[in-house]
């Protein structure tokens, strides 16, 4: 289910609002929506859509074709709104699923088929000053979901949550094993089928993710933490490296960076292990994000500093263009 402003996002107009009376999420204050609108990046709360769409803000109603979904944050009803809009996607999709498990159950096929639901992303709303797209290595953007019901394994786990961290590429080699094969050795993935079966909640001893389609990121996610270090901030101004107890803070409003360097060394300690892991193995002879990089950073980047920065000073945030101008003189 897509829910950016650009992607058809498949729920009609008359499936209503089922969530029209729920506030939004608590800790998306006006303080915090006006500290982001008075910020830089695209995607950010004055340009909560595509860079390119960028001259189509402001118009009486720009991107008719998706009402639900505001191209900017202008006020916390707005906020409300693109809560709202993305819930109903949700919410429509979910009900679509539950007419195809109704459709097997019907056929007396429910109780022989598995069933996994996952995704390919999450989405950031509001995270880091990033509206209703997927441009981090943060939690927002990699928590993704995963729900499985498999027969003669998950039946006593029902209802479950498990918390234990896992790869998306885990699943492809979980479903092999179930299915009785074996996972080829080249695959990154690691089966879980063994905790499965066990009901226990055991995985990873921690994550590396990567961004690099609106910044250049990796992250690793370890304990209840999760550093994030930033090679091209995507025009967010960000910090090189940012850190977040996203245990108590999922939404990455508070970076401890400063107060615990020890955290942070611990993750780049992890992080070049894992480099080093996936350097070993690999069939090219460099990382994918240093061919990005020196393809000219993130790709929905690149070339649009200049118009960006047009922008920030037509806009009355000449500050952060010229911190992005100097953050980034090789674009200009």
Known sequence: MCGTPTCPTGRPESYGNPFAHDPPPAWLTEEVRRAHWNAA?????????????????????????HPRQPVQMESMNDVRRMFDGYDTGVRYAD?????????????????????????DHGENWGELNIYGAHMTAGEATCHIPLIIRWPGVTDSLAGRAFEALHLNVDMAATAVELAGGRTPKTWDGVSFAAALRDGNDEGRDYLVVSQMAGACQRAVRFKDYLCIRSYHDGYHC???????EVKNDPHETRDLAAQRPDL??????????????????????????????????????????PA????????????????LAKAHPKEL
């Open 41 to 65: 990046g695209p995607e950010s709360a004055q340009e909560a859509v595509p860079f390119q769409m960028l001259a189509r803000v402001g118009q009486p109603r720009p991107l008719d074709e």
């Open 95 to 119: 009900d679509h699923l539950a007419r195809i498990v109704a459709l097997l159950k019907e056929q007396g096929l429910y109780e022989d088929t598995a069933v996994l639901i996952s995704s």
């Open 238 to 244: 960000l910090p090189d490296r940012l850190l977040f």
């Open 264 to 305: 942070v060394g611990e993750a780049m300690a992890r992080l070049d292990e894992w480099h080093g892991d996936m350097m070993r193995t690999a069939t090219h002879a460099q990382d994918p994000l240093w061919t990005v990089m020196l393809a000219g950073g993130a790709e929905h980047r690149r070339g649009c500093l």
């Open 308 to 323: 960006y920065l047009k922008r920030l000073r037509e806009t009355g945030r000449e500050a952060w263009a010229e911190q």
